[in-house]
């Protein structure tokens, strides 16, 4: 079954497309809880206005500028043989068996998820514009909103109702008009979308780490085990992530102190030095989307050749055991490239 919520976008230079949401309600597959990966804005139409995506990669556009000191906050994962995938998958049909040998060449990935102040810095240089911006909207937990803003929402994504798709959300309004980023520049940016992200790492001379090697980055090291720490949600009753404590999704009880976002440098790092790489956002990767993983060992795997949705991993702060145990190593989740939320973020990464 598939549902189609249509609402009339402004795009100013534009008006002449179409765009819409296509919620994709799947009778086979448990509910959307935050991972959201029901939620997908999508181009149907895009007559003789496309929108320029491919300016966002223009190297004109993107000269990589901090190019000296590329690796300063990344840290180098050698290259080697690792172990991604679970037999013990938790939800089969997205794909996390098997079990499987990868072996990459030398990397460095960013410690942090990249925050509001990085991203300003990016948006300040190039004059970017998110796609949120550009298609004016994007979907933000009902639970984080004011009351004002809830009030003038009429739609309700079907499947996942504490999603509403709100005007002016962006990056540097994650709640809509009314709000801004003053106090969390240090939170990880969120609204932004794969093309969003690719285009910022490009501007750093960087690129989006490929899910193996975010998956190894989340690993931290050890061999099969949940968590980038190990397999226990809580060693020694403390907080490692913050992913959503309460009953999902009317009672958030922020035992790990946050509702919404956190500081990328909160919670410890894992054993590679790593912060938040599960919890607080999810992040996209390189990949396009698949399922079906040969468990024969991959050489520097990066994913279908081609395809509509691309890989995220980790989870978010809207995360919880009860609806959306994704905040595992082995866990993925989908969206198509141009979709954006307020618990979708990424991290960049770059070859050594
Ligand atoms: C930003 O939002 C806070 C409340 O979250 C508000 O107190 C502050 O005045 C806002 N700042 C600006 C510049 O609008
Ligand atoms: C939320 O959950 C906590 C812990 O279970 C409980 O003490 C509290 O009363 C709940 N609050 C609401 C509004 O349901
Ligand atoms: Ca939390
Ligand atoms: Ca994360
Ligand atoms: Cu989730």
Redesign the pocket.
Known sequence: MIEVLTFPLKISECICLLYVFVIFANASEEKDCGCGKNLNRQRLEESSCPVDNEDILDDELFKPIYKTDLTAKMVEIKGGSYFIGTNAPFFVADGEGPRREVELNSFYIDKYEVSNADFSKFVKATEHKTEAEKFGDSFVFEGLLSDTVKNEIKEVVAQAPWWLPVKQAAWNRPEGSDSNISDRMDHAVVHVSWNDAMAYCKWLGKRLPTEAEWEVTCRGGLNDRLFPWGNKLLPNNEHRTNIWQ??FP??N?AEDGFIGTNPVTHFPPNDYGVYNIVGNVWEWTSDWWMTDHTSEKQINPTGAPSGSDKVKKGGSYLCHKSYCYRYRCAARSQNTPDTSAGNLGFRCAVSA
């Open positions: 309460g009953e009317v009672n009880t």
